[in-house]
T-cell receptor, first 113, second 115 residues
Framework: SQQGEEDPQALSIQEGENATMNCSYKTSINNLQWYRQNSGRGLVHLILIRSNEREKHSGRLRVTLDTSKKSSSLLITASRAADTASYFCATDAVETSGSRLTFGEGTQLTVNP | ETGVTQTPRHLVMGMTNKKSLKCEQHLGHNAMYWYKQSAKKPLELMFVYNFKEQTENNSVPSRFSPECPNSSHLFLHLHTLQPEDSALYLC??????????????FGSGTRLTVV
């Protein structure tokens, strides 16, 4: 079964607005991570939130985790055109040995100038 | 530059060719991964190496053959590929077993086109 399903699949906003992306997963996790990918490039790690954490901040990023609902959200505040990219959540499941990230299909964010 | 370098950036090969993708990490990580990214599909984990030993082969066809000569280098040898193998191939590394946890560091990928 697929872990990490993002919602929405695509999001288009104006510069300065906030962008919220959601991720749902199915199994128990050690941590959940968010990554960003510019078109045709590799993924860049943004933030990691552990299963015992509920909220985490990094600059303009705010991540929440609700393990009871098996969901997470990524909020980008005061968006910029340079934030245009695909955003992926990835889960490190308890059931797997070692670190094995499973990625969702991603949310394509477009920030219009 | 992320610390994970992949070459080549682009590769076009015929179905009868043999080619290799190379990945090198300068981060001192102990685990390396190959992922395949196709359009409209989630990233698919292909292979995992931990301390040079292959610890996972995610039901990948034998036309893909990984090699990890040391903890800094990872190769993906390709032969008799199919057009549906065209995709972005991403290499990543991480430090497994760290009490702090941590994310993966990805290379920029190799865009492979099989003709």
């Amino acid at each position: 079964s697929q872990q990490g399903e993002e919602d929405p699949q695509a999001l288009s906003i104006q510069e300065g607005e906030n962008a919220t992306m959601n991720c749902s997963y199915k199994t128990s996790i050690n941590n959940l991570q968010w990554y960003r990918q510019n078109s045709g490039r590799g993924l860049v790690h943004l933030i990691l939130i552990r299963s015992n954490e509920r909220e985490k901040h990094s600059g303009r990023l705010r991540v929440t985790l609700d393990t009871s609902k098996k969901s997470s959200s990524l909020l980008i505040t005061a968006s910029r055109a340079a934030d245009t990219a695909s955003y992926f959540c990835a889960t490190d499941a308890v059931e797997t040995s070692g670190s094995r990230l499973t990625f969702g299909e991603g949310t394509q964010l477009t920030v219009n100038p | 530059e992320t610390g994970v370098t992949q070459t080549p950036r682009h590769l076009v090969m015929g179905m009868t060719n043999k080619k290799s993708l190379k990945c090198e990490q300068h981060l001192g990580h102990n685990a390396m991964y190959w992922y395949k990214q196709s359009a409209k599909k989630p990233l698919e984990l292909m292979f995992v190496y931990n301390f040079k030993e292959q610890t996972e082969n995610n039901s990948v066809p034998s036309r893909f053959s990984p090699e990890c000569p040391n903890s800094s280098h990872l190769f993906l040898h390709l032969h008799t590929l199919q057009p549906e193998d065209s995709a972005l191939y991403l290499c990543a590394s991480s430090q497994e077993g760290s009490s702090l946890g941590g994310g993966y560091t990805f290379g920029s990928g190799t865009r492979l086109t099989v003709v």
